[in-house]
């Protein structure tokens, strides 16, 4: 199966930085487009940046100019990281890495996407 482990959340005032990785394993081969989502309690999980497997990267206009998504490939592991600067209050949220799958007879076993288990961001006024 395909595991995600999330880090880098933290707590850090307005106009801070910080970082957070995502590192997917298992059947990297199967990987494509790697996603950051975010969720405040009571609303829905909302968009946040994306990188497709081309490079091409999304961003949703709230953190436009201020977060940069990236991945790196090393043998085993794909991880995803999301460079956040200038933080806001408003970005307090929980963060989740998401991993879309292939839609190729080799990796017909695995789900369609994989969801890590979030990694929690707090910035304070």
């Known amino acids: 199966q395909v595991q995600l482990v999330e880090s880098g959340g933290g707590s850090v005032q307005a106009g801070g930085s910080l970082r957070l990785s995502c590192a997917a394993s298992?059947?990297?081969?199967?990987?494509?487009?790697m996603s950051w989502y975010r969720q405040v309690p009571g609303k829905e999980r909302e968009f946040v940046s994306s990188?497709?497997?081309?490079?091409?990267?999304?961003?949703a206009d709230s953190v436009k100019g201020r977060f940069t998504i990236s991945q790196s490939v090393a043998g085993a592991k794909n991880t995803v990281y999301l460079q956040m600067n200038s933080l806001k209050p408003e970005d307090t949220a929980k963060y989740y890495c998401?991993?879309?799958?292939?839609?190729?007879?080799?990796?017909?076993?695995?789900?369609?996407?994989?969801w890590g288990q979030g990694t929690q961001v707090t910035v304070s006024s």
């Open positions: 298992g059947y990297t081969k199967c990987m494509t487009d």
């Open positions: 998401k991993i879309d799958i292939k839609p190729l007879i080799t990796c017909v076993h695995l789900l369609p996407s994989y």
């Open positions: 990188i497709r497997s081309s490079g091409a990267t999304i961003y």
